[in-house]
Structures are given as structure tokens and as C-alpha cells.
């Protein structure tokens, strides 16, 4: 293998397919990125088993081949090389590539790239076209909500269902509860559910930012793949392609958890909402993130508000006021209040919805002129 490839391009592709490098892993291989000549490009693809990522990037192929470098070192080397050509040449004996970059010259030590898991994704004629800067925002707005707790493994995913022309997303984690929906260009002829493992979503969001930022174009757009009894899930977009396997087993019925209506509904600024958070928080992550939202409806000569406390035994106290136009009766109840600011950090809305029924049953959060997504958090103890 003999290429030359700009140092910008070859950083920026080491640093989108180095996520899914394994790093604590018994195969050595998985530790390093495959780097072959793919039809006119470099390809560059890493893999933990159970996410995948590829990035082609442009490059000059004088000779054909492939191996696979040790991804720490080949992407800390790359980093640092100056902003110009990198010639990259291997010798298929030693599998040992050359990197020459300006006044820089380094061996490194390679493995065979037979030995690298094979990254296969087929084509399939049921290929579901998402626009782009959608699915990132589904993302951002649903997977934060899932379990980190692998001791239910299939609520550490986000369920995605595919129904007609309608695209849902769907995460979990027993205390808090995130739905986004979104329309699709044209009806899928079979309905789809699979549980995509959330940290492979994440990863597919932070992809999708870059894309959209370095090409800035609003309308791009990402193919999604399920190959049938494959149990992975591919996307595609223009010179990357994430693969993840799918989590196996039943995810819980969320229609259920959410509530079918509310005694209290509370409109209030998102960012005043916000920041009376991020002050209660001062004090209540010192008191098990407990923060108390009283909610007061307006009378003849006064506005509703929402009185938000956040209280700490060694601290003090905070209280913040905020002017809400509350529907229902007046109500005490508490949140964690981590979970409120990061659903209010994914709401794009000027305005948010709290709507409430009992002290002791869960809320439901939305933007304010907008259906498509909602939020269900379940309350606190207030105590004595």
C-alpha cells in the first residue's frame, strides 16, 4: 500500500471511526483501525463487535492494499503531524507502515488486516430515507433519557418504530420517559421495531452534527438499513456508515406511562425554566437532587407562578419565582432536578408546557407548539 492523503482529511476521518475502537478488548486487533485503498479512497473502519464505524476519505492510491494501525497512536501522530500531504506506505513483510509527513518520519508496528473483524452491510431495496438534521434532533431529545444501568440491558436502548410514514422514538429508564416522533419523505411498506443500543444513536448524532457543519446543508439526508435476521442496524450518509447491533428482548409498553391527562398545566418560559433550574441545582445536588416546584395559578389582579426550591442542610436554600399561566389548581411537587434541566436543555421551543396532576404521579413535559415530542418524569418523596 502506497498513499498520499492531506493531513486535515486523515485526522478528521481517524477521528470520526476512533469512537468505536475497543479499548480494553482480549483481541489486540480491535484495539487498531483498518486502513485500506476502497476504489479511488482510503477507507478507515474501526469495531468493538458490537458498533462499527466507516469513513472514507479522499487520498491519492499509488499502490493497492490494506492493514490495520494502532488507533491511539496512528490518531495522536496524525494530530500533531503539520497541515499538509501524508504519504502512507506499508511494508506487507514487516506490517510496518511509513508515515511521512514534512520534516516527520515514523514506523509504526501494524497488525494484518485478516485478522480485522469483517464490516459487511448489504444492501437492501427497504432502505428508509431520514432527512438529516431531524434524526440528529430525535436523537438529542431521546437518548438521553436511557439507562447506563446494564443490569437491564434493553433499557440501556432506544426503541425506533417504523410505522407507514411515521418514524418514533422511544427511551426509558425507570424514572424518566422520552417520545419523539417525526413524518418520513414516503410510507415504508412494513412496519419496523428493533431497540438500537443508545450510545451507537449518540454516536450517529455527533456524526450527523459534523456533517451537516462541514457541509452545511440543510436538506441532507441518511439511509437506514435492517437487514432481516441480521439483528444490526445500518445508517448511511454521503462517506460514513455506522452498523450496531441490535439489543434483543421486549421493550416495555411506554404508552402506558404516560399519563392519559392532567389537573394542573403550567406554561412558562423555556429559558426562565432553565436558569431557575441550574439555581436549584446549586444547592439540591447536595440534597439527593430533590427540587421542589410550587405551583400557584394566577387570580383577577396577579399571574400564575411556579416557585422553584432548591435546599441543602450544609448550603442554604435557594427559591426562584417565575411568571407561569397556570390552568388547574394550586400543587407541590418534587423533581430531579438533573432530569428537568436535561430535558429543557433538548426543548428548541420559546415556551414548555408542565402539566401535573398529584404530588405522588409522574409529570409530563412539552414544547409549547409543537406534538412531536413529550417527556414523562416521575416525582420525588417531598417528606415530612
Known sequence: MNVSVLQENLAHGLNIVSRAVSPRSTLPVLSNVLIATDEGRLRLSATNLELGITCWIGAKINEEGSTT???????????????????????????????RCGATNTDLKCIDSQEFPPITSPDSADAIEINLAELREMIQQVAFSASTDEARPILTGVLLKVNGSSLTMAAADGFRLSVRKAPLPSPVPRSISAVVPARALVELARIASDALQ???????????????????????????????????GSFPDYEQIIPRGYQTRSVVSTSQFHKACKQAEIFAREGSHITR?????????????????????????????IIATVDGKELLIAFNVRFLLEVLEVIRTPEVALETSLDTAPGVIRPVGEDNFLHVIMPMHLGS
Open 69 to 99: 494501525v494502532p488507533a491511539r497512536t496512528f490518531t495522536e501522530l496524525v494530530n500533531t503531524l503539520s497541515e499538509q500531504q501524508v504519504d502512507l506506505t506499508l511494508s506487507v513483510r514487516t506490517q510496518t507502515l511509513n508515515v
Open 214 to 248: 462541514r457541509r452545511g446543508e440543510a436538506d441532507q439526508t441518511v439511509t437506514m438499513l435492517l437487514p432481516p435476521g441480521r439483528g444490526q442496524i445500518i445508517f448511511r450518509l454521503k462517506d460514513v456508515e455506522l452498523i450496531s447491533q441490535l439489543i434483543e
Open 293 to 321: 416546584i410550587n405551583i400557584t395559578p394566577g387570580g383577577e389582579l396577579k399571574p400564575g407562578n411556579l416557585l422553584i426550591t432548591g435546599q441543602s442542610e450544609e448550603t442554604g436554600t435557594s427559591q426562584t419565582e
